[in-house]
């Protein structure tokens, strides 16, 4: 079964500085896409960037880019120019690519504070 | 405005009775999903319905129940068989089950059960 770990509970970045967030998967598919998504305090939760596997070219949209290493199994998330309402759970998420339709994955995330 | 709607924001019931939280949306979205949430946790998979009048198990299945009648709307209850009931319920949609398929949430309803 596939697993998606995240071993900071906690980060604290000072504003318009950069910040990274790690995220680390196992899987035996070659095939699959990765996530980052965010929740505010509202618990709304928000697609923040998205990965295919297949795909060597990290990602990257505005401020947000990710470090997909695929042999490493290693998915961060480098968040640029902190502002106050990046402060949120990040939660780093696997789904395979077809098989059972696909669930989503969830890591237990990453609880960011921004420093004004 | 397009989007998805849970209602109602907090819900309290008494232990033994069962209960529905209500999941709609305007998106014209084939797929939804019913994820739970615990403190200290990411969201596990409770059913998901890629079609109308058709839906399956996710990894946490038990004690909750589904239906799809509508395309807007896929509502869960959950049952007394539930052990730990008390969560944060999240919904979501997308346009269909493919993985790639951005899974737009709604805004969650937390059930209190005592």
């Known amino acids: 079964a596939q697993t998606v770990t995240q071993s900071q509970p906690e980060m604290s970045v000072q504003e318009a500085e950069t910040v990274t967030l790690s995220c680390t998967y196992d899987t035996s598919e070659s095939d699959y896409y990765l996530f980052w998504y965010k929740q505010p305090p509202s618990r709304q939760m928000i697609l923040v960037i998205r990965q295919e596997a297949y795909k060597q070219q990290n990602a990257t949209e505005n401020r947000f880019s990710v470090n997909f290493q695929k042999a490493a199994k290693s998915f961060s998330l480098k968040i640029s120019d902190s502002q106050l309402g990046d402060a949120a759970m990040y939660f780093c998420?696997?789904?395979?690519?077809?098989?059972?339709?696909?669930?989503?994955?969830f890591g237990k995330g990453t609880k960011l504070s921004v420093k004004p | 405005d397009g989007g998805i709607t849970q209602s109602p924001k907090y819900l309290f019931r008494k232990e033994g009775q069962n209960v529905t939280l209500s999941c709609e949306q305007n998106?014209?979205?084939?797929?939804m999903y019913w994820y739970r949430q615990d403190p200290g946790q990411g969201l596990r998979l409770i059913y998901y319905?890629?079609?109308?009048?058709?839906?399956q198990k996710g990894d946490i299945a038990e004690g909750y129940s589904v239906s799809r009648e509508k395309k807007e709307s896929f509502p869960l209850t959950v049952t007394s068989a539930q052990k730990n009931p008390t969560a944060f319920y999240l919904c979501a949609s997308s346009i269909g089950g493919r993985a790639g398929h951005e899974q737009y949430f709604g805004p969650g309803t937390r059930l209190t059960v005592t």
């Open positions: 319905s890629q079609i109308v009048n058709d839906f």
């Open positions: 998106l014209n979205h084939d797929a």
């Open positions: 998420a696997y789904r395979n690519y077809g098989g059972s339709q696909g669930n989503l994955i």
